[in-house]
T-cell receptor
C-alpha cells in the first residue's frame, strides 16, 4: 500500500517557467513533509520541508504548499533552471517518528 | 564539513556471496538510517541505529540482513548469501538528533550476478 504517491513519473518545463511537482498521501497521521532532489548516481539532497501546522513554506525559488484536507502537497520552482533537472522525491513522517515514507519520484527536465 | 560518506559506491557480488556496505555519518551526527531503493521505486526504510544500538529494524528483511553501528568506525549493513533480488541502491542517512532532517550519502549500488 503506497502511502505517498507521486503520480507523474516525469515533467518537462521550459527554462524560466514555473515547475509544479505534485504529491498525494493517504495516511492522515503524517504531520511533516519533505522534498528531496536527486541527481543520477548521487544521494537525495534535502530541499525544503513543511509542518502540518503550516500551509506554505518558501525558500528562495522553492515553495511548498500543503492542503491537509485534500492530503496533497506541491513543490513550486520559479523560475526553473536547467540545473533543476533531477528526480524529486516527496517524503512524509508521522509525529514522533524518524521513518521517512517516500514517493516514487518525479523526473523534472528543464529545457533551455 | 564532509557529508555522509558511503563506500564502496559500486559493489558487484555473485549469488551466495556476502556484501558489506559502509556508512560514515556527518560529523556530529550520531543517528544513522539505512534505506533501500529498488529500480523504479522510492526509498524504503530499513533500519535506524545509534552508536552501539539498533533502535528500529522493522524495515529489514528477517533473514540474511544485519546492521551495526559500533562505538568506533562506520555503520555497516551486511547482506549474507546475496540473491539477485538484493540488487538495489542502498542509501545511508544521518541526523544530529532522532527526529531531525536526515542527510543522505551518495549510496552504494549493489549488483548481484
Amino acid at each position: 500500500d503506497q502511502q505517498v504517491k507521486q503520480n507523474s513519473p516525469s515533467l518537462s518545463v521550459q527554462e524560466g517557467r514555473i515547475s509544479i511537482l505534485n504529491c498525494d498521501y493517504t495516511n492522515s497521521m503524517f504531520d511533516y513533509f519533505l522534498w528531496y532532489k536527486k541527481y543520477p548516481a548521487e544521494g537525495p539532497t534535502f530541499l525544503i520541508s513543511i509542518s502540518s501546522i503550516k500551509d506554505k513554506n518558501e525558500d528562495g525559488r522553492f515553495t511548498v504548499f500543503l492542503n491537509k484536507s485534500a492530503k496533497h502537497l506541491s513543490l513550486h520552482i520559479v523560475p526553473s533552471q536547467p540545473g533543476d533537472s533531477a528526480v524529486y522525491f516527496c517524503a512524509a513522517r508521522q509525529p514522533g517518528s524518524y521513518q521517512l515514507t517516500f514517493g516514487k519520484g518525479t523526473k523534472l527536465s528543464v529545457i533551455p | 564539513n564532509a557529508g555522509v560518506m558511503q563506500n564502496p559506491r559500486h559493489l558487484v557480488r555473485r549469488r551466495g556471496q556476502e556484501a558489506r556496505l559502509r556508512c560514515s555519518p556527518m560529523k556530529g551526527h550520531s543517528h544513522v538510517y539505512w534505506y533501500r531503493q529498488l529500480p523504479e521505486e522510492g526509498l524504503k526504510f530499513m533500519v535506524y541505529l545509534q552508536k552501539e544500538n539498533i533502535i528500529d529494524e522493522s524495515g529489514m528483511p528477517k533473514e540474511r540482513f544485519s546492521a551495526e553501528f559500533p562505538k568506533e568506525g562506520p555503520s555497516i549493513l551486511r547482506i549474507q548469501q546475496v540473491v539477485r533480488g538484493d540488487s538495489a541502491a542502498y542509501f545511508c542517512a544521518s541526523s544530529p538528533r532522532w527526529a531531525d532532517t536526515q542527510y543522505f550519502g551518495p549510496g552504494t549500488r549493489l549488483t548481484v550476478l
